[in-house]
């Protein structure tokens, strides 16, 4: 079965610094990965998604992952934060249905 | 186009009451899925329905049950709450099954007293 491993349950940058949210994939099949943000008592929004071709990914709000197959890796990653990115992120993995990992809040200072 | 649609919002019910929750699509998405959410656990999956089907189930127990019906529109049902299902429930549709990008609703908020 596929699962998610997010490493840093709290991350916490300067705003204008480099954002970087790490996940590990593990998945019998080539995956589906994808990254969703949850700002508080609100759903997930998707900020991008990997299927197959180009392993660099461009989302949403600047943010972009880089699937690295050899280190089953998809980190989410933005050049400048802004005060507006403080939320939880969540990387995800699909086969047969969509697995989540555990979460990274993110704070951003001022 | 109008998103996901979960109702109600919030909710609260007494230990071992009843509760249907309600998920409606985005229009032409055929597949639903249901994901139960607390602090300690994150995101747990608890079903997905595509084409009025149970495609494919999580870990919960037999008090968790859902169906689809023919308009893809969603329902969960948790029988004999316990204060342990104090959680927001997630709906999520999408085209296809498997879960090819999802679209999220805001939540239903359950509170077990």
């Known amino acids: 079965a596929q699962s998610v491993t997010q490493l840093g349950s709290h991350v916490s940058v300067s705003e204008g610094a480099l954002v970087l949210l790490r996940c590990n994939y593990s998945?019998?099949?080539?995956?589906?990965l994808f990254w969703y943000v949850q700002y508080p008592n609100q759903g997930l929004q998707l900020l991008l998604k990997y299927t197959t071709g180009a392993t660099l990914v461009k989302g949403i709000n600047g943010f972009e992952a880089e699937f690295k197959k050899s280190e089953t890796s998809f980190h989410l990653t933005k050049p400048s934060a802004h005060m507006s990115d403080a939320a939880e992120y969540f990387c995800?993995?699909?086969?047969?249905?969509?697995?989540f990992g555990a979460g990274t809040r993110l704070t951003v200072k001022p | 186009k109008a998103g996901v649609t979960q109702t109600p919002r919030y909710l609260i019910k007494t230990r071992g009451q009843q509760v249907t929750l309600s998920c409606s699509p985005i229009?032409?998405?055929?597949?639903v899925s249901w994901y139960q959410q607390t602090p300690g656990q994150g995101l747990q999956f608890l079903f997905e329905?595509?084409?009025?089907?149970?495609?494919n189930k999580g870990n919960f127990p037999g008090r968790f049950s859902g169906r689809q019906f023919s308009n893809s529109r969603s329902e969960m049902n948790v029988s004999t709450l316990e204060l342990g299902d104090s959680a927001l429930y997630l709906c999520?549709?999408?085209?296809?099954?498997?879960?090819?990008?999802?679209?999220f609703g805001s939540g239903t908020r359950l509170t077990v007293v």
């Open positions: 229009s032409g998405h055929r597949s």
């Open positions: 999520a549709s999408s085209l296809r099954a498997g879960g090819d990008g999802y679209t």
């Open positions: 998945s019998s099949v080539p995956p589906y």
């Open positions: 995800a993995v699909s086969d047969l249905d969509m697995r």
């Open positions: 329905y595509f084409s009025e089907t149970q495609r």
